[in-house]
């Protein structure tokens, strides 16, 4: 990808999953990355994986104050901050009716006040600074319907939102774009289903099977790249087609 050597990467979640696979194809390319997390044992394993990382910090989204404290700790390490992966994010699978308000409040503060404080934070260093390009993780869960994640849904589709409004007032020097994976096989996917679960939703994905997590890094990597540098506040899908169809699709 053109552009990214030398760049300060920041990718929030990164200890795994997702995360994890995007920090190391942005070492790849040539970047510097900083890698935030609040799982502590996620950090340790990580920093073993990618001896290359500039850093891996300790900060829960949630947290405002720590949120600011991580992102002077980047900028402290890595000299500038370029580029923001906003993934950090849970889900628990549930019925909607059996939803607590405290399970609400949860998922709310990681995946979608959480995603707000890191963009801030980071945006407003941006623009000071002269540009930079701000990468939300969303979801299909944010585009269609999916049951039993009513909470989850809600919040990628805050995201979505959240996404467009901030490309339209952050450019021209912030590119903002949201990639929205559909099934992805990361640990904390493989946690929610049996075997059988499994199969069920490969059937049912017209490529046959989950996306992979470097999948979704090699589409974060062409989008902070200088490849897609006219592309800003759109929404990009990625999952083997699955919400293509619907049900005569599928």
Known sequence: MKGLTGKGVVV?????GIGAATAARFL??????????????AREQI???LPGLSGVLAADVTSLKEVREAFAEALRLMG?????INNAGISIRHDFLAITPAEWDKVI???LTGVFYVA???ARHMVASGGGVILHTASTNGIIGYPYYADYNA?????IALTKAMALELAP???????????VLTPMQRAEYSDEMLEAVNRKIPLGRHATPGEIGALFAFLASDDAAYITGHVYTIDGAESAGGFVGR
């Open 12 to 16: 929030t979640g990164g200890a795994s």
């Open 28 to 41: 790849e390319e040539g970047a510097r990355v900083c890698v935030l997390d609040r799982d502590a044992r």
């Open 47 to 49: 920093g073993r994986r």
């Open 80 to 84: 500038r901050v370029d580029v923001l």
């Open 109 to 111: 503060a990681v995946n």
């Open 120 to 122: 801030q934070t980071a």
């Open 155 to 159: 919040t990628k589709a805050g995201v």
């Open 173 to 183: 020097k912030v590119r903002v774009n949201a990639v929205a994976p559909g099934y």
